[in-house]
T-cell receptor, first 113, second 113 residues
Framework: QKEVEQNSGPLSVPEGAIASLNCTYSDRGSQSFFWYRQYSGKSPELIMSIYSNGDKEDGRFTAQLNKASQYVSLLIRDSQPSDSATYLCAVNPLGFGNEKLTFGTGTRLTIIP | DAGITQSPRHKVTETGTPVTLRCHQTENHRYMYWYRQDPGHGLRLIHYSYGVKDTDKGEVSDGYSVSRSKTEDFLLTLESATSSQTSVYFC????????????FGPGTRLLVL
């Protein structure tokens, strides 16, 4: 079982709709969770970080964390064509003191105008 | 790209040739990382550094070495390049703790013939 799993997609969502991206992780000790956006041919850029159970909102983006279910998600409201990208989930396994992030393989999102 | 540069940005080399990639940061961040990104595998950690002369291995460190003689520079060396090392290489930095947000450089595309 991979440490961080994401559906590879592609996930197609109509413009203006809500895009829902999901990520599961295997290490129950994980404490830090991140969503990165990566445009084709570019480097990953941070969208959201979340450390506590529940929801965290930033503009059109909402990250949701459920440590009991080992599940983290990213919701994008009012999806725009500029949101078309690959979204990477990253997790810090083994908790604080471990210096490394483990990345999922990413979900490719396409917003259909 | 958060004050991170990588050089070269593109390189074509032949099997058996040594190759050195450079990552330079102007943020004075303590942690620096080298990742490779390949289709179907996502971002995988090669090596990382938690200070000058302090480095450690990641999950795919075989065939790679690193050095950090100054806070701002982190070098990745392929001692004898192989075709399996054809990839996109990303450098990342993190301010204080490795499990905190990582910021990525623009990447280096390496082709080993």
């Amino acid at each position: 079982q991979k440490e961080v799993e994401q559906n590879s997609g592609p996930l197609s969502v109509p413009e203006g709709a809500i895009a829902s991206l999901n990520c599961t992780y295997s290490d129950r000790g994980s404490q830090s969770f991140f969503w990165y956006r990566q445009y084709s041919g570019k480097s990953p850029e941070l969208i959201m970080s979340i450390y506590s159970n529940g929801d965290k909102e930033d503009g059109r983006f909402t990250a949701q964390l459920n440590k009991a279910s080992q599940y983290v998600s990213l919701l994008i409201r009012d999806s725009q064509p500029s949101d078309s990208a690959t979204y990477l989930c990253a997790v810090n396994p083994l908790g604080f003191g471990n210096e490394k992030l483990t990345f999922g393989t990413g979900t490719r999102l396409t917003i259909i105008p | 790209d958060a004050g991170i540069t990588q050089s070269p940005r593109h390189k074509v080399t032949e099997t058996g040739t040594p190759v050195t990639l450079r990552c330079h940061q102007t943020e004075n961040h303590r942690y620096m990382y080298w990742y490779r990104q390949d289709p179907g595998h996502g971002l995988r950690l090669i090596h990382y550094s938690y200070g000058v002369k302090d480095t450690d291995k990641g999950e795919v460190s075989d065939g790679y070495s690193v050095s950090r003689s100054k806070t701002e520079d982190f070098l990745l060396t392929l001692e004898s390049a192989t075709s399996s090392q054809t990839s996109v290489y990303f450098c990342a930095i993190s301010e204080d703790r490795g499990w905190e947000t990582q910021y990525f450089g623009p990447g280096t595309r390496l082709l080993v013939l």
